[in-house]
């Protein structure tokens, strides 16, 4: 696996031993900034598996920042370095989440166990996946479409691991549409039992979908889905949580008690929308709406749907309106969505050489990280692509 660890500093020094030591561990992607704060913007942009930092130098600000970054990023692993082992500083350290703490010059053994036990820590929280509920106050502007293809392309990236899509856009019906399966169970057996939620309950009602993902689906009449309220959604999410590595959840439009409860269970909301006014007047509207309920700013992902040459308003022009940064753009490609969605396969499945399906597996990285695998030749001349997102900031 390619992990990618970003060096602040003199963080290790400039000797090579450490560096290869942290090459051992996979951490083959080394990315050296000059202060904290640009292994920040780092961080917000890729997916970051190590942060080295010299921390004798770190105000109290940035310690703080770093404590929210940690929060959401749980997968990263810290290590403060410091040229002398100081208590009160490794004290505000701990306190800040950082797991692990060197002495420079760094004694190989030294950083050898601290990788070692990060990574222990980082399995043992991999059981404890992520959930990205995606949402859009506006309908058609692509919610459904973009939760099955972000799953299969979550999938696709990391081989191993268990994805499930849930759909919460009650009465439900899309996502199985999408994925061309019918669904014996829907999640209206949870409702009605979820006192006695378990994996073995969770398990019996999810659905094998294409490429390795589980799909749990929505009732599709409007009486079952009545009966599942904000205590269920929040209790089923806990327990996907803990049942798959990414759980994607297609929220219903409305901003119901319900729904909350997916947007609060969520670690990522993925707003959707599209570069037209009354999709932007939506967007800022529930931006709006996230703020005062008080949603982090990194919890909101912005996520521009269907962008086109012919579109009015610029990404940059939209930026502004929302007050918010354009987490990621999705290009218009009505041709190949619509043939997946006749095929019932998602299109990193069912077009992989398109420049969609190569845009999907990129969103899915920044996400989740895990390595793109590029099936065919997604996009145009993929190889090159992704030499070029692998290799890119590299110093
Ligand atoms: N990137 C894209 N390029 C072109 N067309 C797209 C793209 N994403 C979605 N669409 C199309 O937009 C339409 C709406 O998509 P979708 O059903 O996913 O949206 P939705 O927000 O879930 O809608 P609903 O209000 O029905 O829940 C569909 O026809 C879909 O094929
Ligand atoms: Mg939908």
Redesign the pocket.
């Known amino acids: 696996m390619s992990r990618l660890a970003v060096i602040v500093g003199d963080a290790i020094g400039s000797d090579a031993p450490p560096e290869q030591t942290l090459q051992r561990f996979g951490y083959s992607r080394l990315q050296r900034t000059a202060a904290l704060a640009d292994a920040m913007e780092v961080v917000s942009d890729e997916h970051v598996d190590l942060l080295v930092v010299p921390v004798e130098g770190v105000s109290e600000q940035d310690l703080a920042a770093l404590d929210r970054v940690l929060r959401r990023e749980r997968h990263m692993g810290v290590i403060a370095t410091s040229p002398q082992q100081d208590p009160q500083l490794m004290l505000r350290s701990m306190r800040a989440g950082i797991q692990e703490f060197l002495v420079r010059p760094i004694a190989l053994p030294d950083l050898v166990a601290a990788l070692e036990r990060l990574h222990r820590r980082v399995d043992a929280r991999e059981v404890n996946g992520q959930v990205f509920a995606v949402f859009?106050a506006?309908?058609?502007?692509?919610?459904?479409?973009?939760?099955v293809n972000l799953a299969s392309a979550l999938a696709a990236n990391h081989g191993e691991a268990k994805i499930a899509v849930a759909d919460m856009?009650l009465p439900g019906g899309?996502v199985a549409l999408?994925l061309n399966v019918r669904p014996a169970y829907d999640l209206s057996e949870l409702s009605s039992k979820i006192e006695r939620l378990d994996s073995e309950l969770l398990n019996s009602v999810m659905t094998p979908a294409a490429d390795g993902v589980w799909f749990l689906a929505a009732p599709e009449r409007a009486d079952s889905a009545d009966s599942v309220d904000a205590g269920a959604v929040s209790a089923i999410l806990a327990q996907m949580r803990s049942a798959y590595a990414f759980t994607v959840v297609?929220c219903e439009?409305q901003l119901t008690d319900r729904t909350l409860a997916a947007l609060d269970g969520a670690d990522r909301i993925l707003l959707?929308t599209e570069l037209k006014v009354p999709a932007l007047r939506a967007a800022q509207r529930t931006l709006g709406i996230f703020r005062r309920l008080g949603y982090p700013n990194e919890k909101l992902c912005v996520i521009v749907?269907?962008l086109q040459s012919g579109d009015v308003v610029s990404p940059a022009e939209a930026s502004q309106v929302l007050k918010a940064d354009i987490f990621f753009k999705?290009?218009?490609?009505?041709r190949?969505?619509?043939e997946a969605?006749t095929r019932g396969q998602p299109v990193v499945q069912s077009h992989p050489d398109s420049r969609?399906a190569w845009a999907y597996l990129q969103l899915a990285h920044k996400l989740g990280g895990g390595s793109i695998v590029a099936s065919g030749e997604a996009g145009n001349g993929s190889r090159s692509v992704l030499r070029q997102i692998f290799t890119r900031k590299r110093n």
């Open positions: 859009s506006k309908g058609g502007v692509g919610t459904t479409t973009t939760a856009a899309d999408l297609d439009h959707l749907n269907r999705l290009p218009n490609d009505y190949t969505v619509s969605a969609l």
